[in-house]
């Protein structure tokens, strides 16, 4: 028999006017879904397309699941939010092919990128990715946190602006405190901090502290949190929220 | 007088499905249009609707440019490929308005957010950005080398994997290539590189090596491109592109 399709597609932050062309074409095409639910919840299928929504701790149970019916001859769509390859659902699929059966390597496998949260958030700022910029998971759910620490070091001392994601989440409550605490030790506490939730959406919050005030409760697991570097700028205005950005060039001001 | 609005919006990455509604929306609305000439070139503008297409050396004069008539009362769109955010027109946008009049901080400035390219190639690839990585552009234009090479090794000691914009130009033809050199001291040689061009386009081409035998003519100006970690992985497969993915999880391969 020959093995089916299976799509990893981006749904982009939130605002369905984020979301790409490609990606409502993709959805369009596929018959079976898989994905946390409410990234499925926010899909208008036809009554013919069959839903197969799940926890968002299951990720590599559902890429399972989504590969299985996609080698029976299924056109699969896994739903992802964002770009489902920055901290979501298409490394957790390449790693089930990786240790799954050969004929799960047959499938027509492709990605469908999408708008990821700190674009989206750092638009709102304004550019604070503006220079080189990097972007961590704050879960050691999936890795220790000494090697978080470490990349958050190296990266503070090498000038990266950061985006922070699954910053905190009730089963880890204190992770982004302390990476406040390490980074308060390698930068001005006046870099700023941009903390965004729902960028694009009716219930956007768009909050900007320097790191001096930082807090890990200004944060809940669907916040994407920006610290820029000792170059970051903030340019106030009256009756408008102020801009971030990073400016391109590197003035060599602090660090 | 009122000042008018500058929308800076973000095209995506060249094929027209992954530039977002909002994008498209932004652009139908603006009356006034600046940019490098090529991105002007992908709109289908109304008559009514004005060019002031550019060099893409000249970002500042162009920034400077259209917050002159956004001040004036004009209904401004400043045009970039990929995402306005990363290495392209909203950093050089706020530059100016930081060092420009009083007036210009009056204007209803916006940034809508697109698909950058690292993105793009991530997905072609399969997800080789699955882990914390970062975002460097190899240009020495707008900051020393020696600033480039210290980010270089902090990302790769610390086990980010890396994009690479701006790779080289005829100007700037030695960086890349000096850039795998360093990186070859601190990883091993079989961790894979992708070269992304035109990715989603009808001239699209990925290609993907080992960072032994990765060499600087490899990429043109519009390449894109992603050097992995020793956690790294390539699925081989028959008659299909390989899938290069960083895993979730930490290994604690190499490095």
């Not at 069959?50 to 769509?77: I, Q, Y």
Request: aromatic letters at 8%.
């Amino acid at each position: 028999m020959k093995a089916g399709s299976l799509t990893v597609v981006g749904l982009g932050p939130g605002n369905p006017d984020q979301m790409s062309p490609e990606a409502a074409a993709a959805v369009t095409a596929a018959e079976d879904f898989f994905g946390y639910f409410p990234y499925i919840d926010r899909l208008n299928l036809r009554p013919d397309q069959r839903r197969h929504a799940s926890d968002n701790r299951e990720e590599l149970a559902r890429a399972r699941a989504a590969l299985e019916m996609a080698a029976g001859g299924g056109k699969v769509c896994v739903v992802s939010g964002g770009d489902p390859g920055v901290f979501a659902m298409a490394a957790a699929v390449c790693e089930a092919i990786d240790e799954g059966p050969a004929l799960w390597r047959e499938i027509d496998f492709s990605v469908v990128p999408g708008i990821t949260a700190m674009l989206a958030v750092a638009a709102k700022a304004g550019a604070p990715l503006g220079h080189d910029f990097c972007a961590i998971s704050l879960s050691n759910n999936l890795k220790p946190w000494d090697v978080i620490e470490k990349r958050l070091i190296a990266a503070a001392t090498a000038g990266f602006v950061m985006a922070f994601y699954n910053p905190i989440s009730k089963a880890r409550p204190h992770q982004l405190g302390e990476a406040f605490d390490i980074l308060r030790t390698h930068l001005p506490g006046s870099v700023p901090v941009i903390f965004g939730r729902a960028a694009g959406r009716p219930d956007e919050v768009i909050r900007i502290v320097p790191l001096a005030e930082a807090t890990g409760d200004m944060a809940d697991m669907a916040t994407c949190v920006i610290v820029g570097t000792a170059e970051t700028r903030v340019i106030e205005r009256e009756n408008q929220r102020p801009i971030v950005y990073s400016p391109r060039y590197f003035r060599g001001t602090g660090a």
